[in-house]
């Protein structure tokens, strides 16, 4: 089991986020070579899941959004694991702490995810099911709209 947080971005120490940021960074703009807006102003009004390996440091992120046209729906977005802590399940136990942190929200049915298309199966077997007829790109990346029932 690794250690996680749960914290609203306002609880994210200088470090925490940094590392945040980093991380992401390192995934989606380097490794996946996608030249994209990862700091797009919708971190402060999230909650972030920080997943810990060795001394600390970050290995996986995840953030939390309730939808602001629909109390009912949380998103799950931004869903990082660092290259070297792959194939550990950090990635199902972040999803877990999101899944049972959206579960005890006061109105929550639904979770959906914008998913990369090549994680369609791994999403699938934590319970999501696609509901976009065709994937789309996503800052170069094949994307599917993926929702699950609370």
Not at 22 to 32: A, G, I, Y
Not at 72 to 85: E, L
Not at 117 to 141: C, R
Request: aromatic share 8%.
């Amino acid at each position: 089991m690794t250690k996680t947080d749960l914290l609203h971005f306002e609880q994210l120490s200088k470090e925490q986020l940094y590392r945040v940021l980093q991380l992401r960074s390192d995934v989606f703009v380097l490794e996946q070579e996608s030249l994209y807006r990862d700091m797009d102003g919708q971190d402060s009004v999230a909650w972030h899941v920080l997943a810990y390996g060795d001394e600390d440091t970050v290995v996986g992120v995840l953030r939390i959004q309730n939808d602001p046209k629909d109390d009912s729906c949380y998103t799950i977005g931004r869903v990082a694991v660092s290259k070297a802590a792959r194939g550990r399940g950090i990635a199902v136990e972040l999803m877990g702490r999101a899944h049972d942190f959206i579960a005890k929200q006061v109105g929550a049915e639904s979770i959906e995810i914008s998913a990369q298309e090549h994680l369609q199966k791994f999403y699938n077997n934590l319970g999501y099911v696609t509901v976009s007829d065709e994937p789309y790109d996503d800052a170069g990346i094949p994307h599917l709209d993926m929702i699950r029932a609370v």
